[in-house]
């Protein structure tokens, strides 16, 4: 049976809501989000957002998939916790990627993400990203990334531990899901320049 789906000329940003009232309305761009049952939106990300996205997102690829151990899925939305968040890059241990019954990529993710990332794009707020990465572990994400392009460090979360940041040399510790991921903040970083 078809859920009817509201007609909305606008988003609803700001109004309370539960997660089925939520999924019942139409797609917008940017994505909308559910957030401890306010509905807000993402913003557009700008070039050096998209950059870092993409090659971060193909490196864990490059390395995860072929070893079985991991896949990155970009701006997936995930259900959970009584939120719907579209986070910039989820990741998936192999054994708990979401699948269908037949096997296929399920098409909603509702299991914590094994790794999440944010990246912080001109207009948010970086205080509300780093709560929200907190908010991530809290809710069962063992490892939350937030990658800052205008200071190139990234803010590092786990659970029970005080949120770390890393620079330069730094080498982004992925170990928990990726075993051997070789990734420092510099050749993250390193993506944005093009000469």
Not at 49 to 54: E, I, K, N, S, T
Not at 69 to 92: K, T
Not at 141 to 156: Q, S, Y
Request: proline share 9%.
């Amino acid at each position: 049976m078809a859920i009817a789906r509201r007609k909305l000329s606008y988003p609803p940003l700001g109004q309370r809501m539960s997660v089925e009232e939520f999924l019942k309305l139409p797609e917008f761009k940017p994505y909308l989000e559910l957030f401890e049952g306010v509905v807000t939106q993402k913003v557009s990300p700008k070039l050096p957002h998209g950059r870092l996205q993409l090659d971060l997102g193909a490196r864990i690829d490059q390395f995860g998939r072929p070893r079985r151990i991991g896949l990155a899925f970009s701006e997936a939305r995930v259900i959970y916790a009584g939120s719907v968040v579209v986070p910039d890059l989820v990741v998936y241990r192999w054994e708990r990627i979401p699948r269908s019954p037949g096997g296929a990529l399920a098409e909603d993710a509702s299991i914590p993400p094994d790794i999440i990332v944010e990246i912080l794009s001109p207009g948010q707020s970086l205080r509300a990203l780093r709560e929200r990465c907190q908010w991530y572990v809290e809710q069962g994400t063992p490892t939350a990334l937030l990658v800052n392009p205008r200071t190139e460090t990234i803010n590092v979360f786990g659970p029970d531990t005080p949120m770390r940041v890393l620079r330069g040399a730094d080498r982004i510790d992925l170990d928990a899901v990726l075993p051997g991921f070789q990734l420092t903040v510099q050749e993250l970083f390193d993506t944005l320049r093009v000469d």
